[in-house]
């Protein structure tokens, strides 16, 4: 890991809460001979309270960690690691990621040809095989649901084609997954950083559609790639679960309130309450009878979890989680 306390040119910042199997995997990746761009690699920990830390600021000293005030969400994260980075330019990594030197080298030369591209990704391989989606658009009233989102697409697809046709082995989508995310300092600056009105998911939509706003473009590069373990930092357990899942459904709402105005804001807020409501509701009762099976048994939580959810939003009269740091 070639590196300086100066001209750093990449920031590599990856927000970690307890993925530590997968975490040094990806730490080993980044060990690779380089000679063309200075980089640091900072680990920023959110409170995972095992003491594993300490192992691994060992193992890896070339590394630096920095330990959070607890488990604030992934936009905190990516923030506070930010924060303490020397990078003109940050690389947002998953701890399931396994990261290469010709991916970063290549989303790095991009970025500084094109400052007009304020978000720079990559392709994502499956570890299993295959290639995560690349193609994402925003959400909006007809992709709320995977069945109108389904329809949306068949209705618009020769749009959609057009839209994503790619060129020159890029492409441009609405917003990429944060588990690889190559931008400037000066574009996160300029944007005022990660959203921390999500505890965790759609804050990476919520990056690119601020970048859009300012007028900066969404780049994916096509003949870069970076193998993504997907879900292995948040799916542990079937109590981890219930919270990621829970916090997925939260977060579109939040979303939601950030970027829909008016009507459309109210009617898809109300859809959302309604879908969720009973769609959650039909799969608690299956799962009260399956109890035995732990994905049968995770659908009750996740009614349960809903139901106070709801209740607390009436009452505090936000859409906010109550573990955003923005709810704080």
């Known amino acids: 890991m070639k590196s300086s306390t100066n001209n750093i040119d990449i920031s590599i910042v990856i927000v970690n809460y307890r993925s530590w199997k997968h975490l040094k995997d990806c730490l080993n990746s ?9 980089f640091e690699v900072i680990v920023v920990d959110n409170n995972s309270s095992d003491k594993k830390i300490e192992v691994f600021q060992e193992d890896f000293s070339e590394v630096k960690f920095l330990q959070n005030t607890g488990n604030n969400g992934f936009a905190n994260g990516c923030n506070f690691g930010a924060q303490h980075s020397k990078g003109k330019y940050l690389l947002f990594l998953n701890p399931d990621t396994i990261a290469n030197k010709d991916a970063i080298e290549k989303m790095w030369n991009f970025a500084k040809a094109n400052p ?71 574009w996160l600056n300029q944007i005022n950083g990660w959203n921390e009105d999500y ?89 009260v009878l399956l109890f035995f099976i732990p994905k049968m048994r995770l659908n009750v939580y996740l009614f349960l979890k809903m139901i106070r959810y709801y209740f607390s939003s009436l009452i505090r009269m936000s859409w906010l989680s109550k573990r955003s740091m923005n709810a704080k």
């Open 30 to 38: 980044l060990k690779f001979e380089n000679n063309e761009f200075l």
């Open 116 to 186: 007009t591209k304020g978000i720079v990704s990559c392709e994502q391989k499956k570890s299993k095989g295959g290639y995560e989606k690349s193609q994402r658009i925003f959400l909006n009233t007809f992709t709320l649901f995977g069945l109108t989102r389904a329809l949306y697409r068949f209705l618009n697809k020769k749009r959609l084609q057009n839209k994503f046709e790619t060129k020159e082995n890029i492409l441009f989508p609405d917003w990429v997954s944060g588990s690889v995310v190559f931008i400037s300092k000066e």
């Open 199 to 287: 505890w965790m998911y759609y804050e990476d939509m919520d990056l690119c559609r601020r970048v859009q706003n300012s007028n900066g473009q969404i780049a994916l590069l096509k003949d870069a790639e970076i193998i993504h373990n997907h879900g292995g930092a948040s799916r542990l357990n079937i109590k981890t679960a219930s919270i990621t899942k829970t916090e997925v459904l939260i977060s579109k709402h939040v979303y939601i309130s950030n970027h829909f105005k008016g009507f459309e804001n109210g009617i898809a807020q109300c859809c959302l309450v309604v879908n969720n409501l009973i769609i959650k509701l039909l799969l608690g009762i299956i799962g």
